[in-house]
């Protein structure tokens, strides 16, 4: 009895962790804004802002160096005044669309983007092939063997009932 | 599945379901020869986007003369290598002798870029490992670095004599990564030569 308390409250404790959103800011240093708008920006660049290091962390996440240079760049950019598009393509020029989480739609991510609406289309395809599939059997008997068929149905159902 | 009668002619649906039968293992091969392509390559590796392009302005103290001021015009005049180091990135003490080497040997002009380090342990790294830089930029804010989109050190930039970025090299210059890097730098060398 005591054991299956124990137990669920492990299992409550799963659960929790599970849903518990993993949240952690690496960056330790503070800045201070001139004015009170910009640490949202602040926050929303580096959100949407890669590492160019360490590829599958944000510029809010990442402890590398280079992400630390990156976050006091976007922080004396905003400062200068620029707008969130200005600084973007900031970043971009010196490390290119890698650089952005939402990258544009042109020919060299041209893949990147249609390649899920490409696989869905696949999908759909195999789909309605399997779904076809039936009708293309029912098909494959003539006028003929179709009647053939309904006879020796007719003729079974006929025996069946004589036995009754 | 037993015979059925044939009523249809011999190119319908039974070569059909088997040309169907041999779509996903075509696709199967597909993917196979896709991810194939991708083994071995460096997911660090990224095309630079300075390549085609001038190198970018700066203006910074040499690591060995502080007084000393150089900025992108320094760098001009005859094709390059820019070669992004730090005492702190063991990567780069690997491929120092071969820097040394390509520098004494085949006279092949580099310069430094001194990234987030300390100016004393890096003036002593070059007299104990010997100095392949015509001067090294002293960059212990990475301010140039952010400017030539340095991700990490060790980086090597390829430069033409009018200072436009040729190629990069992402990691550890060696007997393996310079061929290839070496090959344009001396058909740049050839254009300087015949006056272009």
């Known amino acids: ?164 | 599945m037993a015979h059925q009668p044939q009523s249809t002619p011999p190119t319908g649906p039974a070569t059909r379901q088997r040309l169907l039968l041999v779509l996903p293992m075509l696709l199967a091969f597909a993917l196979g020869l896709f991810l194939y392509h991708g083994i071995g390559k460096d997911p660090n590796a990224m095309q630079s986007s300075l390549i085609g392009s001038q190198v970018p302005e700066f203006t910074a103290e040499t690591l060995l003369a502080p007084i000393t001021v150089v900025t992108q015009a320094d760098l001009l005049g005859q094709p390059a290598l820019v070669n992004v180091w730090a005492t702190w990135c063991p990567t780069c003490r690997a491929e120092h002798e071969f820097l040394n080497q390509i520098s004494n040997l085949e006279g092949v002009r580099i310069f430094g870029v001194n990234y987030h380090d300390q100016r004393a342990s890096a003036q002593q790294w070059l007299l104990e490992l010997g100095n392949p830089y015509e001067f090294s930029v002293f960059d212990p804010k990475g301010v140039v670095g952010i400017e030539l989109g340095v991700v990490g050190a060790p980086e090597t930039y390829l430069i033409d004599a009018q200072g436009k970025v040729i190629d990069k090299l992402t990691g550890e210059l060696n007997e393996r990564t310079w061929p290839p890097l070496r090959e344009q730098y001396l058909a740049l060398q050839t254009g300087v030569d015949n006056g272009q």
């Open chain 1, 1 to 164: 009895m005591g054991n299956s308390i124990g137990f669920d409250l492990v299992k409550a404790l799963l659960l929790w962790l599970l849903l518990v959103p993993s949240v952690s800011h690496a960056s330790i240093e503070t800045y201070q804004f001139s004015q009170p708008e910009m640490a949202q920006r602040f926050n929303d660049l580096t959100t949407v802002l890669r590492c160019p290091k360490c590829q599958n962390q944000n510029l809010a996440d990442s402890d590398s160096i280079i992400a630390k240079d990156l976050r006091a760049q976007v922080h004396q950019l905003l400062e200068k005044n620029q707008t969130n598009d200005q600084i973007t393509d900031f970043m971009v020029q010196r490390y290119g669309d890698f650089i952005l989480y939402d990258p544009p739609f042109k020919r060299s991510t041209l893949v990147l983007w249609l390649a899920p609406i490409g696989l869905l289309l696949m999908g759909l395809l195999v789909l309605w092939f399997l779904a076809r599939k039936p009708a293309v059997q029912a098909a494959m008997l003539t006028p003929d063997e179709q009647q053939q068929l309904n006879d020796l149905l007719a003729s079974e159902q006929q025996r069946e009932t004589h036995h009754d």
